[in-house]
């Protein structure tokens, strides 16, 4: 959690669905050498590339991953690296993610797929209970480092209850597992070898989303973005916004509307939630006074609820309005009604006016 | 494909699996004795081959098997398995969920029917078979693959149309959708998105049904709980949970394995270790089953035993029905990965094409009433595609109910209007 120093912000555009070059300055930055335009999917697929053939005690498994996945991430890895490294396991996800931690126990890189974030509560058990206290519980001989747990989650359009919630804030109460969400396909590969490379138990939700929808530049070589550092993508001075994942496309959206009303917004893409970077946001909130906090997750008890309190306790003097949250209601996630149930651009951008006039 | 299954007397066949010959009045299936002795009995019981059923697999005897019987055929007293209203009936709920889940591919395809929605086709005769025996207190619980289970529970081909154009006239008042079809009144207990999540439930639900007819002695509670799954879901620990509560207490619950061979991309063959289902019933202490799925009469045969026994209080069964899906998973499935050949040794399989046929040669119908039938479903499915069109949506304040139970909890605000209805609803901040 360095503190972020001025030359790392980021300016432009850094969701990359208009495809214009940033200018960038940040030191560790992506260089963009041979990069090519590809889709989050892509990108993901090539980390694991990379991730497989960097390490020969990586493995990739879970449900249909050999022939490539229902989203197409893992195509290609069972055929280039063997039916030993890229596997399907059957539909067990608390078997998934156990076996991957005996794997990361010994020594091995197991990034186990769950098909859908819905799907990861029967992991939850084995999530919770062992992986995040491995490393705790046996005063360091063992840890499961080496567990990277990969779920796309979120809102797609029709997803309905079992194929659209984002349960990020379940896994951010538990010390001991990285939270992790990119919000386009450059950071997404990035982001994921860092994951794989970090010595702690990562889960990694994607959003699925943008898996198609979302393209972008993305340098073909091995680069690693770092974790627990957020990202400025948008300078402003009036109000601090603060969102990862697909939620980020639509609080974009909501700045440039807002910026025809002459207010200027900050938008923060957090990337890594637990552990979240709190100087950054700290330090964008000293700066402009105000704070909204977007995600598609249920508002009570969401991760915006923790960056709000953090935020209260660290710049009370400070704030010029209370903390807001635009966020998905507190309903399970519905069907039929998912337009009206998501924090819409219109939800986002009149908050953001509230709040400013407050 | 690594065939798990000797093929030694069907080399004709690419796909060696378990499977009867297609003569649907052939009652050559093998169930357990309802007197035997086997459960829980540590006796090695080798399974006894017809001359159509190979099982020999590999060397070295097999522990955990069923005992079975082979019926003859003389046994049954009548020559035939049905009666002509039977035949009738049965075939109209074939043909009812077929066609009816032809008509949501193409309202799909139109754009009405939105989500991910998994059809039936080809799997009808498991759910004809077995559901067509049950009363109408008696439950289902089902899976994603709900549409045709719900339909021949009695569940109005209209309600579950709506259903799926997401209208308030659905049998969730669409709320739900595809994957989870309810109905109190026909005591269709879901459909569930998740695999294996509904057997618990069903295993709750029997539980009921046996503690109100011994300890409520309300003696004529002998309802049954029918679980239907995949062969995916075989591998889940639910599964076997619930295998074991179930046989532990004696629950009058049939739990039938729809064993299509895929769960989605995956074969069943390469994914579990023992790819025989129906003996994982033994292991727990209950009879295992295994019926040819294409075949409505022979899964009638073996329901009636299963559904018999869990009536009388015998306890589980453990049925698994070697079945086919003739679409891919879902509608958004492009289904590549099944090889051809495959699809067409099953396809030649049509349950309703062998129902046809038997009744045909058994001058049980004749072509003529079967086309009226088939006419009458066509119209049937015709009026719910209309009647689903015609209903209104849900109104914007359907999204905050149901979510307690008391709708004032969320529903209602403070000032007796439903908070959807407050103008800071929009911004999202409004206190809910």
Known sequence: MALRNIIGKRIGNGIGLVGRRSLSTATCDVENRNSKSMNLYSAINQALHLALETDPRA?????????????????????????????????????????????????????????????????FDQIVNEAAKFRYRSGNQFNCGGLTIRAPYGAVGHGGHYHSQSPEAFFCHVPGIKVVIPRSPRQAKGLLLSCIRDPNPVVFFEPKWLYRLAVEEVPEHDYMLPLSEAEVIRQGSDITLVGWGAQLTIMEQACIEAEKDGISCELIDLKTLMPWDKETVEASVRKTGRVLISHEAPVTGGFGAEISASIVERCFLRLEAPVARVCGLDTPFPLVFEPFYMPSKNKVLDAIKATVDY | MASAFSAAKFSAQPFPLNHTSTTSHDSSIVFAKPTSLFLGSTRKLRLTSSSKFNLSRRSGTVDAVSDVVKQKKSKSSPSLLITKEEGLELYEDLVLGRAFEDMCAQMYYRG?????????????????????????????????????????????????????????????????????????????????????????????????????????????????????????????????????????????IVFVVENNLWAIGMSHLRATSDPQIYKKGPAFGMPGIHVDGMDVLKVREVAKEAIGRARRGEGPTLVECETYRFRGHSLADPDELRDPAEKAHYAARDPITALKKYLIENSLASEAELKTIEKKIDEVVEDAVEFADESPVPARSQLLENVFADPKGFGIGPDGRYRCEDPKFTEGTAHV
């Not at chain 2, 549409?147 to 997401?166: D, I, N, Q």
């Not at chain 2, 439930?201 to 309300?218: D, Q």
């Not at chain 2, 076997?240 to 207490?249: D, G, K, Q, S, V």
Request: aromatic content about 12%; some cysteine.
């Open chain 1, 59 to 123: 493995f990739v498994f879970g449900e249909d991953v050999s022939f490539g996945g229902v989203f197409r991430c893992t195509t290609g890895l069972a055929d280039r690296f063997g039916k030993a490294r890229v596997f399907n396991t059957p539909l067990c996800e608390q078997g998934i993610v156990g076996f991957g931690i005996g794997l990361a126990a010994m020594g091995n890189r197991a990034i186990a797929e769950i098909q859908f974030a819905d799907y990861i509560y029967p992991a």
């Open chain 2, 112 to 252: 009405k029917m939105f989500g991910f929605v998994h059809l039936y086709n080809g799997q009808e005769a498991v759910s004809t078979g077995f559901i067509k025996l049950l009363k109408q207190q008696d439950s289902v619980v089902s899976t994603y693959r709900d549409h045709v289970h719900a339909l021949s529970k009695g569940v109005p081909a209209r309600a579950v149309m709506s259903e799926l154009f997401g209208k308030t006239t659905g049998c969730c008042r669409g709320q739900g959708g595809s994957m989870h079809m309810f109905s109190r009144e026909h005591n269709v207990l879901g459909g569930f998105a998740f695999i294996g999540e509904g057997i618990p439930i069903a295993t709750g639900a029997a539980f009921t049904s046996k503690y109100k007819r011994e300890v409520l002695k309300e003696a004529d509670c002998d309802h049954v709980t029918l679980a239907f799954f995949g062969d995916g879901t075989c591998n889940n620990g639910q599964f076997f949970e619930c295998l074991n509560m179930a046989a532990l207490w004696k629950l009058p």
